[in-house]
């Protein structure tokens, strides 16, 4: 803020004294309309803006609201008089200026009016000029006294900013005299050093200067040059007094950024400038640090689990490398891939997942050696770096060190979680002498324990190079599949047994692969979700499943449900539900004609979004199926507020129920709940008559299986619903 002089001011204030002569507001108050219009007429014809009001009432009023500058006040007036008005105005301390304009002419009216505030007094009939230079001088009196208050608060403001810079600045301010002892230091040193500025004034500045930074603060701390060639940005650190409060960075020393110059007397008779001292200011640098040290941390580290990141991973790795080729020694690379964590993480959510994920590498790290490097490259996926191993067998004895540490539940935000790992080992320089080549070998070894069970461990063999090209090449096949054409649906009918009625057809896909012949959903779907293909795939079952039931429909089959499998990644999408009922439009299929059907970890994945959708299709009459049910973490309250038509029991839980008591237990508690909730039941996997008759005994009358059809194109599920529909007729 510059800082104006009492001549600036001076001169700022006659100027505006011109240009505000006339901006006073009058007020005139005055009973006699003739008196109050003759007042009017004269003050605007002055240039004054006026106002009238004729008892003292309405001057209380106008007042109340303290923008007057000047009344005209009559005494004599019935009611409030203007003597009122004027206690009034000194009562509530009103600024404002009073000129009495009377008929009565007594001394003592006039002495009484002057003594409640009056600034004049006038008596009708009245001199128009003397009126005039009165209201002119009260007016220029106003505008002085207005200006001389801005004049003596702007200098009073000008010496507090000084006091402020000097006093309470957020750095330290100092001056030197020429032996380099303190002559002033503001109050700040107190609350970052822990000194008093009495006990510093006299000091010599080495006594605050950390010893291994003397030397540079010799020519810096008490800097004799001037303008461009003064010390700037120079880093130093200075010693904190013992007792002062605990810091961040370091309890004993403050860093600091000094900018100094030196200064110099005025010129004397010999025309040359004396060295009297130093000034400087020095920042507290302490935020600084810890940000670069923070940003370097970020730089290298993976900042969920603190663990290093590719970039130091390679380093490491790089300088590992270089050891052993000269050493002639080994290494190994694991590449770790957590088991289940994706299911995980999707069904619990991604704060739980991140917390498994933390809890994941602190075990880790209690399995490493002194030197050893576990970084963590993203997701769920680790790779530990164990430079001068001597064989197999040393990376060996980690590796099950690791999966053994894993095997216990992991407690997490209420939950108790079991998560286990697939690890791949490369060595060198047996599978590899660089980088790229030592992590994709380990890469392809864990693909390769994934392929075979997961939770175990396995050293990268020249063989393992074609299945993990079979799988790149199967995903290649995946992403030109929907382009070609070679995608087939495949319909298994849902029977009401009591009915023997086809009451639905579930839509399952199959891949027509040219050379690999037809392929199980099995063996891609999980490929298609990890690529994210299976948006592009689940739309296209959506609208051929339509274009099919249209077909039936138009052929008389009008009771007939057709049953969709939907993914989690297209429940995510956000024109998921506009597109499933464009598809109905399109066909002219009742909404109660299309049932969705999702997984339990499906329903728990974007909860509150996924529900909404849900919600919405359930609005427009759709179904809703929970396929698999049983398997997954849905909350039994969760499902009563859910718009949910239909449980489907896991096949599982069938298959096993003749020789497991657990899984009959679990069949017929999940009919019992589903009849206490008002939902329907269906029974997925039905192959046997022994499975058919405990079924209905337990009052379970939906069934599907390959007891009753299995998957068929729609040539045969035409048939089947014809041969059907003749029975039914009989």
């Known amino acids: 803020m510059p800082i104006k002089t009492r001549e600036h001011l001076v001169n700022e204030t006659n100027v505006r004294n011109r240009e505000i002569r006339h901006t006073e507001k009058i007020l005139i108050v005055d009973d006699e309309k003739l008196h109050q219009y003759s007042l009017l007429t004269l003050m605007q014809q002055s240039g004054y803006q006026v106002e009238c009001v004729s008892s003292g009432e309405a001057a209380i009023s106008k007042l109340e609201k303290n923008n007057v500058g000047i009344v005209l006040l009559d005494l004599n007036m019935d009611g409030i008089t203007g003597d009122d008005v004027m206690r009034y105005i000194s009562n509530n301390n009103i600024n404002t200026s009073i000129i009495v304009v009377s008929g009565e002419g007594s001394f003592d009216a006039a002495e009484n009016a002057l003594k409640l505030g009056a600034y004049d007094f006038i008596r009708k009939p009245y001199s128009i000029d003397n009126l005039l230079n009165s209201v002119n001088n009260a007016t220029k009196k106003r505008q002085l006294e207005a200006d001389n208050t801005k004049m003596h608060t702007q200098l009073r403001e000008s010496e507090n900013i000084h006091r402020y810079i000097v006093n309470n600045s957020p750095d330290i301010v100092y001056i030197l005299d020429g032996e380099g002892r303190f002559t002033f230091v503001n109050k700040r040193i107190e609350t970052l050093l822990g000194y008093s500025v009495k006990e510093l004034i006299g000091k010599h500045f080495t006594e605050l200067v950390y010893e291994d930074d003397i030397d540079k603060a010799q020519f810096k701390f008490n800097e004799r040059r001037t303008g461009k060639r003064c010390s700037i940005n120079i880093e130093l650190k200075l010693k ?338 506009e597109f499933v009922l464009e598809q109905l439009t399109k066909n002219k299929i009742p909404g109660e004609y299309l049932e969705i059907e999702i997984t339990e970890n499906t329903l728990m994945h974007d909860t509150d979004a996924g529900v909404d959708k849900l919600r919405e299709l359930s609005n427009h009459g759709i179904k809703i199926a929970i396929d698999d049910f049983g398997t997954g973490y849905s909350s039994l309250n969760y499902l009563k507020h859910l718009p949910i038509d239909t449980l489907k029991i896991d096949q599982s839980f069938i298959r096993d129920m003749s020789k497991s008591e657990e899984d009959s237990s679990i069949i017929k508690a999940i009919i019992s709940m589903a009849k206490g909730l008002k939902l329907n039941i269906i029974s997925e996997g039905v192959e046997t008559q022994e499975q058919l008759k405990q079924l209905k005994r337990w009052r379970c009358k939906n069934m599907q299986g390959f007891l009753f059809g299995r998957p068929m194109p729609n040539d045969d599920a035409l048939k089947v619903l014809q041969r059907c529909s003749s029975i039914s007729a009989q």
């Open 240 to 577: 904190c007094k013992k007792y002062n409060q605990p810091r961040n960075f370091d309890n004993r020393l403050l860093p600091i950024e000094i900018n100094s110059m030196g200064v110099y007397s005025s010129h004397n008779e010999k025309h040359e400038k004396k060295f009297i001292g130093t000034y400087g200011i020095a920042r507290d640098i302490t935020d600084k640090i810890e940000a670069e040290e923070i940003i370097r941390f970020q730089a290298y580290h993976d900042m969920l689990t603190r663990l290093p990141n590719r970039t130091l991973l390679n380093d490491r790795l790089s300088q590992a490398i270089t050891h052993a080729r000269r050493n002639k020694t080994s290494l190994s690379i694991m590449f770790l891939d957590l088991d289940r964590f994706k299911m995980i993480n999707d069904t619990l959510g991604h704060i739980v997942g991140d917390h498994l994920l933390q809890a994941v590498a602190m075990r880790l790290k209690h399995c490493l050696r002194e030197g050893d490097t576990l970084a963590r490259l993203g997701g769920d996926e680790f790779t530990l770096l164990l430079p001068d191993v001597n064989n197999q067998q040393d990376a060996k004895r980690i590796a099950e060190k690791i999966i053994k540490s894993l095997a216990d539940p992991f407690k997490i935000d209420n939950h108790e979680l079991f998560v286990s790992t697939s690890i791949g080992i490369s060595q060198f320089p047996e599978d590899g002498n660089t980088i790229e080549s030592l992590i994709k070998h380990a890469d392809i070894a864990m693909y390769s324990v994934k392929d075979s069970g997961k939770n175990n461990y396995q050293f990268y063999d020249k063989k393992m190079i074609h299945a993990y090209s079979d799988n790149l090449s199967l995903e290649n096949d995946l992403r030109r599949a929907l382009d070609n054409k070679q995608f087939e649906i495949y319909y298994q009918p849902q029977i009401n047994v009591e009915t023997q009625e086809i009451f639905a057809m579930e839509a399952l896909i199959r891949w027509n692969h040219p050379e690999r012949g037809m392929i199980n959903p099995n063996d891609f779907i999980g490929l298609a979700e990890e690529t994210r293909l299976i948006k592009q795939i689940g739309d296209w079952i959506l609208q051929a499943a339509c274009e099919q039931l249209k077909t039936w429909r138009d052929l008389g089959f009008n009771d007939i449900r057709i049953a969709i499998n939907v993914s989690a990644i297209q429940l995510e999408q956000n024109n998921f539900v």
